[in-house]
């Protein structure tokens, strides 16, 4: 079974348009992540979500609007989208009694 | 802001050299220090959490340690399929990555 799903793996676009990606964890967990890995591989932490509830907003544009439905899902909606926001985006979830993160399989956003 | 180095950014190895990776950290209240390995086209994968200064983990051929100021992953003995990223992260109210070190075992 897949702890932490994430869809579409893929997603290509035009610059302008809007996209969403979806997350859902069937861990139990309360606490839900969006993490954004450029070229360089770097992991950065976008937003957390702690049952439904936003927790942190890592200054993100505003153009990035997460929503959790539940606290099973966690999905990311993007507004006129733009060069620089091809990357791949992963999802997380946390439990409440160890900080060991599950990360999803992520979703390569490309931004033409 | 905390800040996570890792060298070196790669690291070629034959089946069986033994190697060690370092993450050295800056972080105002450490609540723990993790390594991940990274698959090409997957998620990162947990492999070791530590909390405190002298403490070790292992599993399999890996060891993870961790100072005040840096942690080592060792690698004991590596095959091909130890080939990956190896990402570091410390944590206080998040978790902040550092960019990786990417291990190429040949056969």
């Known amino acids: 079974d897949t702890a932490v799903s994430q869809t579409p793996k893929y997603l290509v676009t035009q610059m302008g348009n809007d996209k969403s990606i979806k997350c859902e964890q069937n861990?139990?967990?309360?606490?839900m992540y969006w993490y954004k890995q450029d070229s360089k591989k770097f992991l950065k932490i976008m937003f957390s979500?702690?049952?439904?509830?936003?927790?942190i907003n890592e200054t993100v544009p505003n153009r990035f609007s997460p929503k959790s439905p539940d606290k099973a899902h966690l999905n990311l909606h993007i507004n006129s989208l733009e060069l620089g926001d091809s990357a791949v985006y992963f999802c997380?979830?946390?439990?409440?009694?160890?900080?060991?993160?599950?990360f999803g399989p992520g979703t390569r956003l490309t931004v033409t | 802001e905390d800040q996570v180095t890792q060298s070196p950014e790669a690291l070629r190895l034959q089946e069986g050299e033994s190697s060690s990776l370092n993450c050295s950290y800056t972080?105002?209240?450490?609540?723990?220090l993790f390594w991940y390995r990274q698959d090409p086209g997957k998620g990162p994968e947990f492999l070791f959490t530590?909390?405190?200064a002298g403490e070790e983990k292992e599993k399999e051929r890996l060891k993870a340690t961790l100072t005040k100021k840096e942690s080592f992953l060792h690698i004991t003995a590596p095959k091909p399929e130890d080939s990956a990223t190896y990402l570091c992260?410390?944590?206080?109210?998040?978790?902040?990555f550092g960019a990786g070190t990417t291990v190429t075992v040949r056969a």
């Open positions: 997380a979830s946390i439990g409440d009694s160890s900080y060991e993160q599950y």
């Open positions: 861990l139990g967990h309360d606490t």
């Open positions: 979500y702690n049952n439904k509830e936003l927790i």
């Open positions: 530590l909390y405190s």
């Open positions: 992260a410390v944590r206080d109210y998040k978790l902040s």
């Open positions: 972080v105002s209240g450490l609540r723990g």
